[in-house]
């Protein structure tokens, strides 16, 4: 294939493909992840997987370069990028940790077709495309999805025994990781709206104490990496996905005290899925090894 | 006009209009009820105002059937509807007042184009149709709208001084009301996303002590007014806008324990902004008022 004007050859995946590669990148699924990784890793290679397939593992490091740069280190030779909703979260709250201990977090997401791979992004718009013209072919259901065009649903991934779904039980358990905080108290709704690209989310943070000022949380969020601050209050310019599609940087606004707990605030976020919440955050961490010299470019 | 097969003649209102008039309805917006309500009282008529003209005014109850209908009292001759996100969250929580006291309350809410009438129904489906077709001609922009096609955004109100905008503000102080608890701690972020009908909203709930069970909360939503509760976990069928299409109840699924709070649950509602939200409660109020004996048929 052709990328940039220059010629790739695309080869079957097989144990062999290792052999002298230094960084191999995975974003095919948790069953191709754990059936060609140990090959990957066996070969020498440094494996950077975008599938959920190690993310848990107590020797498999969550990093997102912009929050945890430090739990990258020289022997971790497999490293996993977590959760789009969580890296897009855990970006947009990071910088606020210099102002006050976390003791909560609540967020409801908007989450976009994208994340449910390119599949979901066609049926989404042939199932518009067929709600508003009659003639249009209405495309085959996906298996467990509900209506799609002009609807949102609770995340279609399977409910665990505490009520949450397997989605909402990756946000809580990968953010407490990515955050170093393995008692932070965390709730997640993880909804999925008629948006092709980008998740938004409405998170409520509280602290261990007052709040800051809407002031210190718009300064540190402005000096804070991979953030963007998108909060006009006069114009009423805030996140929205399609703002934030095609952008490396997680968008911030809706920046307030809580009104129901002065320990509280209220921020909207926005990020691309596709970008920060997999590709880029996968070709950062490759960046960081490179940078701390854990690889030789 | 022709009504359900019944002639109707339509007259351009005036003051001189309401004479003999037992129960003005008033849906045209708080201008139209602030220059027209005065001689629909004036005339002896019982007003039901659909706008936020009154709403928040001491001697006008706010009444929603299912939650306050001591509200209502004879000597009542205006009478507001509510904000359409209030009346829903209100339905669907009013039945778990029995449980413990509600002690605070967080929603995010997923609103629908039809909230801001059938201009802006239309708008998204044009928005849409030319995003999905170049040749299809881009609608119009609504003024201060962002782009709607496939793209969702913080609702388009002033922001008040509190950093909360007025739809906001409007949710937090009617859901007071109404529920008849002035001082209960209230956060909303109001969003408007791509659906057209039906508005939706995740909900955090906190009670003064230990959260009612899961049982518990669903089956006092079994037995409340108004609420079909549409939760079943096996199959992951939970409330969407389309369910709640053209429905007069309010659906509430995903109940489940809060897992970042022992004291509250989390709720998953969504009811149909056009009924419910509005001119449902109206002849709903009409029908409680001719129950009362205030209105004789």
Redesign the interface.
Known sequence: MIFRDEAHTVELLSEAAFEGIDIAFFSAGATRSREFVPAALAAGARVIDNSSAFRMRADVPLVVPEVNPDALTESDRLLAVANCTAIILCVGIAGLRTLGRFS???V?T?QSASGGGAQMMHH??EA??AY?DPTHPTPAPIP?L??YA?????H????LE????DEENKV?AETRKILGMDDL???A?C?R????RAH?E?V?LEFDGPAPS?EDVRAALDSAPGVTVVDD??L?H?P????ASHQNDVLV?????????PN?V?L?LCGDQLLKGAALNAVQIAELALEKGFIKS
């Open positions: 909560r977090l609540i409801s908007y989404l718009e518009t495309r508003l467990g509900p209506e002009f609807n949102l649903f609770s279609n991934t399977p409910i505490n009520g949450y779904n809580i108290p965390i709730s709704t909804v709206v008629p948006v092709l938004s409405s409520t809407v209050r006069a009423n805030f929205t996905p399609r703002l606004g809706r920046i307030r005290q809580d009104l129901s707990n509280a209220q909207f």
